[in-house]
């Protein structure tokens, strides 16, 4: 199993432009998510899916659209990049549609929007 | 929502020294709480977790204390040595809840030889 995987590793953006994170997992998890990492601040969700067809927001969302239209891919759609959205973002799935079990995050991209 | 915090945000030990984080939450309904590590430039992964139907949990030299009524848990660590050093999360969250867990923001441990 390849676990939980993130394309592009690295990316630089410019303001305004957009993008998408992709994120995929072959463990058959039912719940996927996204996190953002700043420095100080922890991980704060962005949006989860408790299964395909379903997606909800979470702590930080604005900017950010996702769709979850198979189980294994959950990408993060950057609508209009800012400089505020330099991050390090995680995807991170979970075997059942909660977070009361381990989640297995993705190596992370890096992104900088200049 | 819920709110948790983890104090202190940077601990320096010595190597062979314990260390102890400790995490406080805001929500009496939170029944689930993880502590995940993280070492620079990597993914964060799960050390250890525990449940609200126990106080304290043991894996080899990590363990995890547990006080509902207080609303705060804690990661040990025994005989720490250098691979320990990281960054630690803590959270909480509830298996009936919003289906989100919340992160305290981090704690950098340094372990030094």
């Known amino acids: 199993n390849a676990g939980v995987t993130q394309t592009p590793k690295f990316q630089v953006l410019k303001t305004g432009q957009s993008m998408t994170l992709q994120c995929a997992q072959d463990?058959?998890?039912?719940?996927m998510s996204w996190y953002r990492q700043d420095p100080g601040m922890g991980l704060r969700l962005i949006h989860y899916s408790v299964g395909a067809g379903i997606t909800d927001q979470g702590e930080v969302p604005n900017g950010y659209n996702v769709s979850r239209s198979t189980t294994e891919d959950f990408p993060l759609r950057l609508l209009s990049a800012a400089p505020s959205q330099t991050s390090v973002y995680f995807c991170?799935?979970?075997?059942?549609?909660?977070?009361?079990?381990?989640?297995?995050f993705g190596p992370g991209t890096r992104l900088t929007v200049t | 929502g819920e709110n948790v915090e983890q104090h202190p945000s940077t601990l320096s030990v010595q190597e062979g020294d314990s260390a102890v984080i400790k995490c406080t939450y805001s929500?009496?309904?939170?029944?689930?709480f993880p502590w995940y590590k993280q070492e620079l430039g990597k993914r964060p992964q799960l050390i250890i977790d525990i449940r609200s139907n126990v106080g304290e949990k043991k894996d080899q030299r990590i363990a995890v204390t547990l006080n509902k009524t207080a609303k705060h848990f804690s990661l040990h660590i025994t005989e720490t040595q250098p691979e320990d050093s990281a960054v630690y999360f803590c959270?909480?969250?509830?298996?009936?809840?919003?289906?989100?867990?919340?992160f305290g923001k981090g704690n950098q441990v340094v372990v030094i030889p």
């Open positions: 929500d009496s309904a939170s029944n689930y």
């Open positions: 959270a909480a969250s509830q298996s009936r809840g919003n289906n989100r867990l919340a």
């Open positions: 991170a799935s979970s075997p059942e549609p909660g977070v009361f079990y381990e989640q297995y």
């Open positions: 463990m058959n998890h039912e719940y």
